[in-house]
């Protein structure tokens, strides 16, 4: 199996080179992600300058090519340049990951990740992809290869079904803070809707102009579904929700073509 490692953390942070390790067994794991930080970018993508690129050791185990762009650049310009380049005009990779990121993505906030914007670019250009990301307490004692192997339990439940070319599969790994926590029960839930409860303090600048500086942990919602993700995850679950790129309310589309076509 070849697979496309990628983030939005930046190539350099820890939870891609956790869970670099917890893969490699899988196959051959190419890494592909942002020169730094590239978190809450959703699904943005360059046009207005040209994406440098470095290849580079980027530890002891991992050897990468960083991209100065956004995560769903670096899928965009992977599998369809980076990767041809590599393997030969016509090939893909089996499957894109995406993380670990360091942070949940679960309820509305799957709209601002880059991380799932990343998996989501790879299963829009054909190749299956799963969204990787931890849920990250108050406290600096994150375990992050005990959560990658936990991720990677739930990688390989999830990939012992064949899965769609266009489809993407967001796990989230609950707060992992010991070497030996256990391996937490799986739960296949949706995505919880509600609004998050955002945060902006007004200050002032030195000339009198007033700014807003957002603050909040990202994970208060207005309202928390049963069933939802944020439940699941906030039960020290760890969380499976297939997405899917098409944002077409096919509820609504029939009464909206009788209404428009009659």
């Not at 530890?59 to 980076?82: H, Q, W, Y």
């Amino acid at each position: 199996m070849k697979i496309l490692l990628t983030n939005d953390d930046g190539i350099t942070a820890p939870g891609i080179a956790a869970l670099y390790n917890a893969i490699r067994s899988l196959g051959e794991v190419v890494v592909i992600a942002p020169a730094g930080v590239q978190s809450a970018m959703s699904h943005g993508i360059t046009f207005h300058r040209p994406l440098m690129t470095r290849d580079f050791q980027v530890n002891a185990e991992m050897f990468g090519t960083s991209i100065d762009g956004t995560p769903a650049d670096c899928v965009k310009l992977g599998l369809r340049t980076i990767w041809a380049e590599r393997f030969g005009a016509g090939t893909k990779p089996d499957l894109v990951i995406s993380g670990m990121n360091s942070g949940a993505n679960v309820g509305i906030n799957v709209i601002y990740s880059g991380t799932i914007a990343a998996a989501i670019e790879a299963a829009f250009l054909g190749v299956p992809a799963i969204a990787v990301s931890l849920h990250i307490g108050e406290s600096p004692r994150t375990q992050w290869q005990r959560a990658a192997e936990i991720a990677r339990a739930a990688i390989d439940r999830v990939i012992e079904h064949p899965l769609d070319a266009h489809r993407v599969v967001s796990i989230n790994v609950p707060r992992t803070e010991k070497a030996d926590a256990a391996m937490p029960a799986l739960r296949v839930v949706r995505m919880n809707t509600s609004a998050g409860v955002d945060r902006h303090e007004r200050r002032e600048s030195p000339e009198g102009r007033a700014y807003y500086w957002p603050y909040g942990n990202g994970m208060e919602f207005f309202h928390t579904a049963q069933g939802s993700d944020v439940e699941a995850l906030m039960a020290h679950n760890v969380t499976i929700t297939p997405l899917w790129y098409d944002l077409t309310d096919d509820a609504s589309l029939a009464a909206w073509q009788k209404r428009l076509h009659a």
